[in-house]
């Protein structure tokens, strides 16, 4: 039975094109695999895909008794409700190591990238595989999606020599102009029901105990959302009711470089010990792009105690 390879919930570009990357490296390598995801493609992975020419992995909500590939994640609240069930036999990812453990040793690809395709671009090079053209195309958008096309505090050296190289595989002359093209795409909301919009980019994350959600809507103007954010504001509120603690929504202007949080909490005084500003039903934080970066370490100390 082939391996399963997939990312988070609520999947991105990074984690569905790490997916199918990483079971062409794996199968390449003799290890059958097969790509996976927890969900529905978002509109900017939909024109991804499109453009070079690749197919949404399909979706699956079990994994137990299965080997398994986990890309983009290792944290058990970001996986199946069976995942404790699998053999997890590797981890290719770029955020800070999760809580799940394995009976045997693993293969283990974590680096301090802006990005799981750049740490997936050193893997093709380590074991040298040539990379695909298409999937090189892919690789290129998930770096450029999750860096904010460099503009991103999480963005690094390799990320920028990945894209470089990624962009001569794919035949890629104008990759900012691909990242805003992708962008474009990102930021459409017209017709889309404002739960779709808050989990289009969601996780979970379990800070001392508290289940406290934070999505990200990345967007070329922030203005954009004025005529939704009154939606968006009583959608996180009814996200809170099931069961979580606190519900943080980031609207990301890219181009002004800073992120309106909206904020729905037991303990609305987080927001304040994190960040220096007074709780309210939504604040202004220049800078801030980055979930993983500017928000989540500042919330779990603050969760911490």
Partial sequence: MAALVFGHKNPDTDTIISAIAVADLMNKRGVDCKAVAQGKVAPETDFVLGKFGLSAPPVVDSVAGQKVILVDFSDYAQGPADMKDADVIAVVDHHKLGDVTTSSPLLMWVWPAGCTGTVIKGMYDFYGIEIPKNI????????????????????????????????????????????????????????TPARDLVFRDFKDFDMSGKKVGIGQLEVIDLSMLDKIKADLAKEIASVKGEGRHSVFLLLTDIMKEGSEMLICS????????????????????????????????????????
């Fill in 266 to 305: 037991d303990d609305p005084s987080v927001v304040e010990k994190a960040f220096g500003q007074k709780p309210a039903d939504a604040v202004w934080l220049p800078g801030v792009m980055s979930r993983k970066k500017d928000v989540v370490p500042k919330f779990e100390a603050v969760f911490k105690g």
């Fill in 136 to 191: 090189a195309g892919g690789l290129l958008c998930a770096i450029l999606s999750d860096t904010v096309i460099f503009k991103s505090p999480t963005t690094t050296d390799d990320d920028k020599k990945a894209v470089e190289a990624l962009a001569k595989v794919a035949g890629v002359a104008d990759y900012k102009g691909l990242g805003m093209d992708m962008f474009k795409v990102k930021s459409a909301v017209d017709g």
